[in-house]
């Protein structure tokens, strides 16, 4: 057997290093005359450049020879079919090198664009009208086969999502006259009969097939479209009540039958769920929240839910029953009984509640909240007696929200309306009106810099709003009003110098916000305003924050300064919250 040295390794291995160099070098090309993605459609024709430089000469012959035709099948599909081409091949001891020198002569253009639909029907769906009465290919436009090749094919695709499955080109031409620099168009479309959705065909999954049908939505005898249907797969898969939804309707172009059964297969989610958190904030300190649901109570698909919170400051424990109404997806009706208390530097109370409420999402993303609500309230505000008060307060609410679901939401706009009141004629222990509205919205000025804006107004019509529990009355100061003072420790004073809170509201902020790091940005602000009764004694906040915007959403630091302290030793405050900015 031979003996193998280190130096007869070395010199192998140099041996296979240049043969695999030389078996993976390509050959260039270089295009001269044209640029952009001409010239790159060029490249892309030419298999020449596919050879390695060691590939066999009978090889690169043939593929030389197929170098014209590729290159004006390149130059083809952009209009241009009078070209003169020139190539320069040379070769080396290494490799070798193609030389194309493109002189691509006058662009075809298109001239006549006639596109035709023979049985247009009355009322024509708004897409597919405006793709045939304003195609985008325009008399005088420089010809790219590609702009033809995908309107025919979206043209086409367009038909069958509005329910026209057997919609078809009687005549596609696309006439090119290269003397004449000019193409002509002509497109003839035959829809056929329109399709209409039939019934849904649903897997069984314990919930009643006439529940289902209202939750998906009802469509049957209503013209197919692709549309509906993405719009039925929204319903069933943002109601909560299912893991999987897949939609297959049956659509049968050899039939006379011109009807789209939908089949619909679901899986529900599991019927029960718990979860629990741990958080912070400085109006309540740190706080345990903890919820049960069953998300399907019965068939009729009634769900409930517990909700526990539990802080310093702040505990609640509520009930939620909740009952699908006409249409699940947009109304149901609410029926909540809890309990809360909480403490604050102004006021300490405890309420027992119970209300019925109407929910309704209505057009344009506006949601309708009516309710009727039972409120047991036992209060003690600043150094006042303890009192009880029973409130049976009907309200109506109107609410808005236009935003990306974003981590960081770069624009957006949220408004909500409430109208509450409540009188002795209906067996409550006080009179009152009360109007609130607020808004907040962001504006971005670039990707990174964005600016929040917040305003919060309120009022009152009461005679003496010390008839009134502090759930009723109007506090401010905290992390989500005037940051710089602590949580709902703004508004009227009584004699004894209590904040007793008042029966007007006005809050204002603005706030810029500045991404430094992917999941990091600082921001500067200032908040004005105050709760008060007839004497408006404005109350001024500024600082500086850093934001996170972590997985469980953004969590907010603020150091804020007030600029009307209540106690001079007041220099600054800190405030953590975590949440959505809308």
Same mark, same amino acid.
């Given at each position: 057997?031979?003996?193998?040295?280190?130096? %007869?390794?070395?010199? $192998?291995?140099? %041996?296979?290093?240049a043969v695999m160099?030389?078996? %993976?070098?390509? *050959?260039? /090309? /270089?295009?001269?005359? &044209? +640029?952009g993605e001409l010239a790159d459609n060029i490249r892309a024709h030419i298999s020449l450049t596919e050879e390695a430089c060691d590939a066999p000469r009978w090889r690169l012959v043939q593929r030389r020879k197929e170098v014209p035709q590729q290159a004006k099948v390149a130059l083809n599909a952009y209009g241009y079919y009078q =070209?003169? /081409?020139? *190539?320069?091949?040379? +070769? $080396?001891? #290494?490799?070798w090198q193609l030389l194309l020198d493109v002189t691509p002569g006058e662009r075809v253009r298109l001239r006549n664009i006639n596109v035709a639909l023979a049985d247009r029907p009355p009322a024509l769906d708004g897409e597919l009208a405006e793709m045939l009465d304003h195609p985008p290919l325009d008399a005088g436009d420089p010809l790219v086969h590609q702009d033809y090749d995908s309107y025919k094919t979206q043209l086409l695709e367009t038909a069958r999502a509005q329910g026209y499955w057997r919609a078809q080109f009687t005549e596609a031409e696309l006439a090119i006259y290269p003397h004449e620099q000019a193409a002509d168009v002509k497109l003839a479309l035959v829809l056929g009969p329109r399709y209409y959705f039939g019934d849904y065909q649903f897997t069984d999954v314990g919930l009643t097939p006439e529940f289902l049908r209202r939750l998906a939505g009802n469509v049957q005898d209503e013209p197919y479209t692709s549309e509906a249907v993405q719009k039925i797969y929204s319903r069933l898969q943002g109601s909560d009540y299912f893991r999987r939804v897949l939609l297959n309707p049956h659509v049968n172009t050899q039939s006379d039958d011109v009807t789209v059964p939908v089949e619909v297969d679901l899986? /529900?989610?599991? !019927?029960?769920?718990?979860?629990a958190g741990v958080g912070? @904030? @400085?109006?309540?300190?740190?706080r345990v929240r903890a919820d049960y649901r069953n998300r399907y109570a019965n068939p009729k698909g009634h769900k409930w839910r517990v909700d526990g919170l539990y802080s310093r400051t702040f505990k609640e424990l509520g009930f939620t029953y909740t009952i699908p109404r006409n249409d699940p997806a947009r109304e149901w009706y609410e029926i909540n009984a809890g309990v809360l208390s909480e403490s604050t530097v102004s006021y300490d109370t405890e309420a027992q509640t119970t209300q019925v409420r109407a929910v309704e999402a209505l057009p344009y993303d506006w949601v309708l909240s009516s309710a009727i609500n039972l409120r047991n309230e036992t209060y003690i505000i600043g150094s006042e007696p303890e009192e009880t008060k029973l409130l049976v307060v009907p309200g109506v609410g109107f609410s808005w929200v236009d935003a990306p679901k974003d981590v960081r939401q770069l624009e957006g706009i949220r408004f909500e309306a409430n109208l509450t009141g409540s009188s002795q004629y209906w067996l409550s222990d006080a009179d009152f009106l009360q109007v609130r509205v607020k808004s907040k919205i962001i504006? =971005?000025? @670039? $990707?990174?810099?964005?600016?929040?804006?917040?305003? +919060? *107004? *309120?009022?009152t019509l009461k005679d003496d709003i010390t008839d009134l529990p502090p759930s009723v009355r109007f506090f401010t100061g905290g992390d989500n009003s005037v940051r710089g003072y602590q949580y709902n420790a703004l508004g009227p004073k009584n004699d004894a110098?209590? &904040?007793?809170g008042g029966s007007h509201l006005v809050v204002a902020s603005a706030e810029f916000d500045y991404l430094f790091l992917p999941n990091w940005s600082v921001s500067v602000f200032a908040d004005a305003g105050n709760a008060f009764d007839t004497v408006f004694e404005l109350k001024r906040g500024v600082g500086v924050g850093v934001r996170w915007y972590s997985p469980v %959403?953004?969590?907010?630091? #603020?150091?804020?300064? =007030?600029?009307?302290? !209540?106690?001079?030793d007041d220099k600054f405050r800190l405030h953590l919250s975590v949440g959505a900015d809308l």
């Open positions: 057997m031979p003996r193998i040295t280190p130096h %007869g390794l070395a010199i $192998t291995a140099l %041996g296979v290093l160099a030389s078996a %993976g070098a390509r *050959a260039q /090309l /270089l295009v001269q005359g &044209v +640029e =070209p003169a /081409l020139k *190539a320069s091949f040379t +070769e $080396t001891d #290494d490799c899986a /529900l989610q599991s !019927q029960t769920s718990v979860s912070y @904030s @400085s109006d309540q300190g740190a504006l =971005p000025f @670039s $990707t990174r810099l964005r600016l929040i804006a917040r305003a +919060e *107004a *309120a009022t110098g209590d &904040v007793v %959403g953004p969590l907010r630091f #603020d150091l804020a300064r =007030p600029l009307d302290p !209540q106690d001079p």
